[in-house]
């Protein structure tokens, strides 16, 4: 069966510090992968996407960028944090014309 | 470039009483949809999903929705709702094709009272 693996489910940041968030998927192969930020009323917010090794989409121009180094990894960073970076963040995966899978969140928090 | 609507952003019910969830979606072609349903600080859970057939769905813990096209409309219902259902639900609509995104809405917080 496939899993999702998000780490680390809290992280207490100051700003200007650099940030790396990673996430793992098994037992599938070349999934999209994506990074959504979820903020109090505002649902989830799709900050990138991707289909394949190296193939990154930005959906929202910000302090943030991915990478996805391999098939099943993929990694938020940043190099300098914001408070307004703050927020809840969720990694998905989903095969073509199928439903999303969602990792268990990271908590932010930037001080 | 597609996008959902729910307009409820809190609903309180009481506890065996029924719920409607309102999801209005915004897509060219024919959707995928789905209800994810999200306890506090975890990660979100799929309750049900659309792809096509049939257009009343049947999901998880008693939860169903009926897809709507003449609507744009994806309503989430319960009959008697349980405690244990408070939580926030969100709909999303699934692009088909190239790019593949999942776009949420802004969530219901549901709250059930005794």
């Known amino acids: 069966s496939q899993t999702i693996h998000q780490w680390p489910a809290t992280l207490v940041q100051p700003v200007g510090s650099p940030l790396s968030l990673e996430c793992t998927v098994e037992?599938?192969?070349?999934?999209?992968l994506y990074w959504y930020r979820q903020a109090a009323g505002r649902g989830l917010q799709l900050l990138f996407y991707?289909?394949?090794?190296?193939?990154i989409s930005s959906e929202v121009p910000q302090n943030l960028s991915a990478s996805r180094p391999q098939d099943r990894q993929f990694i938020l960073s940043s190099k300098k944090l914001l408070l307004s970076d703050s927020g809840f963040y969720l990694c998905?995966?989903?095969?073509?014309?199928?439903?999303?899978?969602f990792g268990q969140g990271t908590r932010l928090t930037v001080v | 470039a597609q996008s959902v609507t729910q307009p409820d952003i809190h609903i309180t019910v009481s506890e065996g009483a029924s719920l409607e969830l309102r999801c209005n979606y915004s897509?060219?072609?024919?959707?995928?949809l789905f209800w994810y349903v999200q306890s506090p600080g975890q990660g979100l859970q799929l309750l049900l999903k659309?792809?096509?057939?049939?257009?009343l769905v049947q999901g998880i813990k008693g939860f169903e929705a009926e897809f709507k096209r003449s609507q744009s409309s994806f309503n989430l219902r319960k009959p008697s709702v349980h405690w244990s259902d408070a939580a926030e639900y969100f709909c999303?609509?699934?692009?088909?094709?190239?790019?593949?995104?999942?776009?949420f809405g802004t969530g219901t917080k549901l709250q059930v009272i005794p």
């Open positions: 998905a995966w989903r095969q073509e014309n199928t439903e999303a899978f």
């Open positions: 037992g599938t192969s070349n999934p999209n």
């Open positions: 991707s289909v394949g090794i190296g193939q």
């Open positions: 897509y060219g072609a024919t959707p995928y």
């Open positions: 659309y792809f096509s057939g049939d257009t």
């Open positions: 999303a609509v699934g692009t088909t094709g190239g790019y593949q995104k999942v776009t």
